[in-house]
C-alpha cells in the first residue's frame, strides 16, 4: 500500500482494479484538519482522467502494480491495427487502432517504444520525450517572417497536425515533443 508521501507525479498505482499514472499531485496541510493529498490520475487503459484526494494517516487503497515495461519496434500498420516486435524475443505483438489510440501520430516504421504490459495485456505505449517528424505539408511562409512572429499549421508525416513557426518548409525535419505534441526546434542536417 502507497502513503500519502509517495503519491507524486509519474507514480504508477493499483486503484479499484484499476492501473493509473499520477499527473498531478498537490500536498496540502490547512491550519484545520488533518493534510490531504489531491492527485489527479490517469487510466493507463482507456486514457480517462479522475481526481481523487487522499487524507493523510489513512489508508490510500492504492497498491503497487504487477507491471511489465518491454522494448518494442514498430514495424508497419495493417487495416485492424498496428504490428511491433519484442526486441529481445522477437516476437510480434499486434495492437488494435483502439488500444494505440492517439500514440499513432508519432509511429514511424523502426521507432523504438516501451509497452507497458498488466496482467499479461499491453495496456499503454510510452515514446521517448522527443521524436523527429518530417513536415508533410504547409503553407509557404511570407517574406520578412521572423522566428518570434507568430506560427501556421504543419501537417507531419504521420498526420499529426501542429503549429509551427512561419519559417519552416515543407520536408524540414522538427523535433516534436511527445508529451504536448508541441514543435520544439529544427533538426540540422
Request: proline share 3%; with cysteine; aromatic share 8%.
Amino acid at each position: 500500500m502507497f502513503d500519502t508521501t509517495e503519491l507524486k507525479k509519474g507514480v504508477k498505482v493499483e486503484l479499484e482494479g484499476k492501473v493509473f499514472v499520477i499527473i498531478k499531485s498537490d500536498h496540502t496541510n490547512p491550519g484545520k484538519g488533518s493534510a490531504f493529498v489531491k492527485c489527479r490520475l490517469k487510466n493507463l487503459e482507456n486514457g480517462n482522467v479522475l481526481e481523487r484526494t487522499f487524507k493523510s494517516g489513512v489508508s490510500t487503497g492504492a497498491s503497487t502494480p504487477d507491471l511489465l515495461e518491454r522494448e518494442m519496434e514498430y514495424l508497419y500498420d495493417d487495416q485492424e491495427g498496428y504490428n511491433f516486435m519484442d526486441k529481445e524475443t522477437f516476437e510480434s505483438l499486434h495492437l488494435s487502432k483502439d488500444q494505440v489510440g492517439d500514440a499513432k501520430d508519432f509511429l514511424l516504421e523502426g521507432i523504438t517504444v516501451e509497452v507497458l504490459y498488466w496482467k499479461n495485456n499491453p495496456i499503454s505505449i510510452e515514446f521517448p520525450t522527443f521524436v523527429n517528424l518530417k513536415v508533410a505539408q504547409t503553407d509557404p511562409g511570407l517574406k520578412g517572417d521572423t522566428a518570434s512572429g507568430g506560427g501556421k499549421k504543419a501537417v507531419m508525416e504521420t498526420g499529426l497536425q501542429i503549429t509551427v513557426p512561419l519559417f519552416i518548409k515543407e520536408n524540414e525535419v522538427l523535433k516534436v515533443d511527445t508529451r504536448t505534441k508541441e514543435y520544439v526546434e529544427r533538426v540540422k542536417g
